[in-house]
């Protein structure tokens, strides 16, 4: 297993890369134990051939040994229910393998966003009760389709860009400005969404959230508070920081959607250069973070 290692905290990055920091912020933040272990699997796109569920099953097992807390899920959770030719038994086909291999998981809370590709829109009508985001809401035992959640001194934010333009609504989006006033100064932030809200790949691929510089205002208003954005979309890998925010775009567990790719693959299983992986990221009381991308080449 490879891992690539973004690291996050600023002293330790600064001091490794010979810019102002001190030995002492380097040995801090080694020495201290996070307050939370998590990992984070993005763009899972599982569909019911046995081989694809034998291996994420595999995966789930390997994210087990880095001892975490919990799992964040960051959508396409299931292959693709969103295109014109999926009918009712193949949507809950793919979800029946869903609900099999998450299984592995049983003992940890799974929080989990929503993809584009989740959402079955083909039913009859919209009073159907599998039409839609609700449904995939329902599938992945979240309460709404964009939440909250504390765990220790950090706010967890879920957000739902599966809207026209891929943004948030206007509901959802006078929420989110009520959720970050309402988190305590002692606590920090960190949001996972589907899609990346910056993101230095999404320069060439697209898919980032519209509405990314009402939201990049809206954060750096609580720069005392938001510390990390998640995603996924883009099965690529990226890091970039923004006014002291760390936006992880953590590649895919799908990678080539659990195919082998095209001969400019950079190796079997990669989509473009990123390699099929998930992350663990380590999150501390003074709202440092360390994201670390795990390879997985199952």
């Known amino acids: 297993m490879r891992r690539r290692d973004f690291l996050a905290n600023g002293s330790l990055a600064a001091a490794l890369a010979g810019t102002p920091g001190t030995a002492a912020d380097a040995d801090r933040f080694v020495k201290n134990k996070p307050v939370l272990t998590l990992a984070h699997i993005t763009d899972v796109h599982l ?35 969103d295109y014109k030719d999926v009918t009712r038994e193949s949507m809950l086909a793919q979800w029946a393998s869903w609900d099999e291999c998450i299984k592995t998981l049983a003992g940890y809370q799974i ?44 706010h967890f934010i879920i957000l739902d860009g599966n809207n026209p333009g891929i943004k948030l609504d206007a509901e959802q989006m006078s929420w989110l400005e009520k959720e970050l006033d309402a988190v305590a100064q002692v606590h920090y932030v960190l949001l996972m ?40 979309h883009n099965h690529l890998l990226d890091s970039n920081v923004f006014n002291g925010v760390h936006y992880f775009c953590n590649g895919a567990m799908s990678g080539y959607w659990w195919e082998k790719g095209n001969e400019q693959s950079a190796g079997p299983y990669f989509y473009e250069e990123t390699a099929p992986g998930y992350a663990i990221l380590r999150l501390y009381a003074d709202g440092s973070v360390d994201n670390q991308y795990y390879e997985h080449h199952i």
Not at 200 to 229: I, N, Q
Request: glycine letters at 6%; one cysteine or more.
């Open 47 to 81: 569909r019911p051939q046995e081989q694809i569920t034998s291996r994420f099953k595999r995966c789930l097992h390997q994210v087990k040994k880095h001892k975490i807390d919990f799992v964040l899920n960051g959508g396409d959770s299931i292959f693709a229910a």
């Open 111 to 154: 929080y989990s966003c929503i993809g584009n590709h989740d959402p079955w829109w083909q039913a009859a009508s919209k009073e159907d009760e599998m039409y839609g985001v609700n449904y995939v809401a329902k599938r992945v035992g979240i309460p709404h389709r964009y939440y909250s959640f504390t765990q220790k001194n950090w």
């Open 193 to 232: 969404s589907h899609y990346p809200i910056l993101s230095v790949t999404a320069a060439w691929t697209g898919g980032a959230h519209a509405d990314h510089v009402a939201l990049r205002k809206l954060f750096y208003k609580h720069k005392d508070k938001v510390r990390v954005c998640l995603s996924g």
